[in-house]
């Protein structure tokens, strides 16, 4: 399998509003996390 973790969304502008907030606010999590 190809790894998703940590690479950049692909094709994020085809997917649903509601589904790109989700995702984005995932990722920024993410982020927040690993700088600690």
Same mark, same amino acid.
């Given at each position: 399998? /190809? %790894?998703?973790? =940590? &690479? /950049? +969304? *692909? =094709?994020? %502008?085809?997917?649903? /509003? %509601?589904?790109? %907030?989700?995702? *984005? &606010? +995932? +990722? &920024?999590? #993410?982020? @927040? @996390?690993? #700088?600690?």
């Amino acid at each position: 399998r /190809p %790894e998703t973790h =940590g &690479a /950049p +969304y *692909e =094709g994020i %502008e085809n997917l649903r /509003p %509601e589904t790109k %907030e989700m995702i *984005e &606010a +995932y +990722y &920024a999590k #993410q982020k @927040l @996390l690993k #700088q600690d």
